[in-house]
T-cell receptor, first 108, second 113 residues
Framework: AQRVTQPEKLLSVFKGAPVELKCNYS??????LFWYVQYSRQRLQLLLR??SRESIKGFTADLNKGETSFHLKKPFAQEEDSAMYYC??????????FGGGTRLMVKP | NAGVMQNPRHLVRRRGQEARLRCSPV?????VYWYRQLPEEGLKFMVY????????ESGMPKERFSAEFPKEGPSILRIQQVVRGDSAAYFC???????????FGSGTRLTVV
């Protein structure tokens, strides 16, 4: 069975500080992993996916198969980064399994 | 194309009534997914549908919940005889058959009083 774990429900940092949102997964196959973001009162949006190896809004995430992790990082947090962040894993059947989410609060 | 449209945005029902949640996918998307977000919890998968077919309903409660995606018209998530525990945000997403990437709707917030 596949599972996604985000151990932190809330992460609070000051503006300009580095951010790391943790995500661990369990999946027997070859995973596809994603990060989604939900800003206040808005719909979920795809932030990035591991296969494209891109950086969006300064965020990056590296898939570590040995540690089964896909942590989301940003070197300098901005206030507009405050949002809910969801890590998600897809199986071969096109479905996404989401983690419980981490609320990031960036304080001025 | 306005993306995935869900309506209503807010729905209030008394215990025992029926709730119908609608989802119109992105034009050209043939896959629809429903997720539920309980207060203070993450998104939980409920059901995955293609036109006129339920592909995976492993996340649907065994009773009172049903979903359909007819050949014409929106996908419907139906909850019969609602109870307080059904109060949640229900999100719909759609995708194309041949590419990745969900597009999410804004959700329907169901409140059972």
């Amino acid at each position: 069975a596949q599972r996604v774990t985000q151990p932190e429900k809330l992460l609070s940092v000051f503006k300009g500080a580095p951010v790391e949102l943790k995500c661990n997964y369990s999946y027997s196959g070859s995973p596809e992993l994603f990060w989604y973001v939900q800003y206040s009162r808005q719909r979920l949006q795809l932030l990035l996916r591991h296969i494209s190896r891109e950086s969006i809004k300064g965020f990056t995430a590296d898939l570590n198969k040995g540690e089964t992790s896909f942590h989301l990082k940003k070197p300098f947090a901005q206030e507009e980064d405050s949002a809910m962040y969801y890590c998600a894993l897809s199986n071969a059947g096109n479905m996404l399994t989401f983690g419980g989410g981490t609320r990031l609060m960036v304080k001025p | 194309n306005a993306g995935v449209m869900q309506n209503p945005r807010h729905l209030v029902r008394r215990r025992g009534q029926e709730a119908r949640l609608r989802c119109s996918p992105v034009k050209g998307h043939s896959h629809v997914y429903w997720y539920r977000q309980l207060p203070e919890e993450g998104l939980k998968f409920m059901v995955y549908l293609q036109k006129e077919n339920i592909i995976d309903e492993s996340g649907m409660p065994k009773e009172r919940f049903s979903a359909e995606f007819p050949k014409e018209g929106p996908s419907i998530l139906r909850i019969q005889q609602v109870v307080r525990g059904d109060s949640a945000a229900y999100f719909c997403a759609s995708s194309r058959r041949d590419s990745w990437g969900y597009t999410f709707g804004s959700g329907t917030r169901l409140t059972v009083v």
